[in-house]
């Protein structure tokens, strides 16, 4: 009687443990000794006793995993096609989101700034100024370019294509689609006047332009990318320029004036005090707002959109000392008031162009105001 034999393929594994706080050490640039000093402190009941040769090997251990799984990270979508390692889902997300996350301070530095070699190689000088690793901030540097390299030519929804692409959280994905959406358009972020301006200011102006202002249609009638604002709303913008006429800014002026005192006459006894020349401000101001408007047609002119908006808006008004509420009803006045006048109501469409243009401005004044 033959013997049968049956060949069985037998696999044995277990599930990969990674230390989270080891990682963000790793992602923070320390070195394995002063990750390991980081750890016995942390941990000084749990490791009481531990003989310090144990712990700087089980430190050693995680770093050699963090640099092979490393590559892995720079091509998140490759993931979901096999690991070579046995990680669990959530801590595959824990991973690329850490990975991925950034400092503000430090994007805040590589804002406006071509992501090019020799700016990675200018990081040094970041890393003092924000007292980030210079490690992190080369990670921080490359990811980003990395994003950007990746959706600069698709269609479609920013965000998405950058959950999609590197497996982000939704949060993450619209900080990041805000930094590429400021490095497409190349503002100008460095200047000495828009220095006191955060990252979270430029998050906030980005991602109420990026929704407001880009073409919702799938197929853009110019073929804009995600990145770029609407070009045909863009070229309606230009129709805004006959608010600049004589009769047109005294009716606008009329109708502010009527509409802020009867919102509240203390609010206008307030401001009238506050402000020498109410009427001066409403004009310079309207200028500055539709020539901001016309000057997104050009491309060089759009660069200095915040600028614009700290130099010709803000400053003004700061020089009154207004506290923000007091410029909230003037800007929301001052988009409201004109809407029954003839330049309006005899093309119902421009309001609707003024409005999506208004309202996203506001919020971007606002929002800088400090």
């Known amino acids: 009687m033959g013997l049968h034999y049956t060949e069985v393929d037998v696999f ?4 990969t443990i990674i230390d989270e706080h080891i990682y963000t050490c790793w992602l923070d640039g320390y070195t394995p000794q002063e990750t390991a000093i980081l750890v016995k402190e942390k941990e000084c009941i749990v490791l009481r006793g531990i003989h ?25 979508s490759m993931i979901g096609q096999g690991w070579s390692l046995q990680i669990n889902a959530k801590t595959r997300r824990l991973l690329i989101e850490k990975y991925y996350e950034f400092d503000d301070c430090v994007v805040r530095e590589i804002l406006g700034k071509k992501l090019s070699s020799r700016n990675r190689t200018e990081l040094k000088d970041v890393s003092e100024k924000t007292s980030v690793g210079l490690k ?52 100008e972020t460095s200047k000495r006047k828009i220095n006191y301006l955060k990252f979270a200011d430029f998050y906030h102006c980005a991602y ?37 006429e004589r009769e047109y800014m005294d009716e606008h002026k009329i109708n502010f004036m009527r509409e802020l005192k009867s919102k509240s006459v203390d609010r206008m006894d307030r401001l009238d005090k ?20 016309f000057r997104l ?54 309001w609707v162009v003024w409005l999506r243009y208004m309202r996203t401005l506001n919020s971007c004044i606002i929002q800088m105001y400090h």
């Open 52 to 76: 310090d040769d144990l712990i700087i090997s089980d430190v050693l251990d995680q770093y050699r995993l963090f640099g092979l799984i490393e590559r892995l990270l720079q091509s998140p």
């Open 208 to 244: 109420q332009m990026m929704t407001n202002w880009s073409c919702k249609n799938p197929e853009c009638k110019y073929e804009e990318s995600p990145m770029d604002i609407d070009r045909e709303f863009l070229q309606d913008l230009r129709e805004l320029k006959v608010l600049l």
């Open 297 to 350: 047609n050009q491309g060089k002119e759009v660069r200095d959109l915040f600028l614009d908006i700290v130099d010709k808006i803000i400053e003004p008004f700061k020089a009154y000392k207004l506290v923000k509420s007091d410029l909230e009803v003037f800007l929301q006045l001052y988009m409201e008031s004109p809407k029954n006048m003839e330049v309006f109501v005899r093309n119902p469409d421009l």
């Open 12 to 15: 044995i594994g277990s599930n």
């Open 136 to 187: 992190s901030c080369r990670r921080q540097f490359d990811n980003v370019k990395r994003v950007y390299k990746a959706v600069e030519d698709m269609g479609g929804n920013l965000i998405f294509n950058i959950q999609n692409n590197f497996l982000l959280s939704e949060r993450l994905a619209k900080r990041y689609a805000t930094v590429v959406y400021i490095a497409n358009n190349r503002f």
């Open 274 to 293: 506050q402000i020498n020349d109410l009427d001066s401000l409403f004009k310079n101001t309207s200028r500055s707002i539709i020539n901001i408007a």
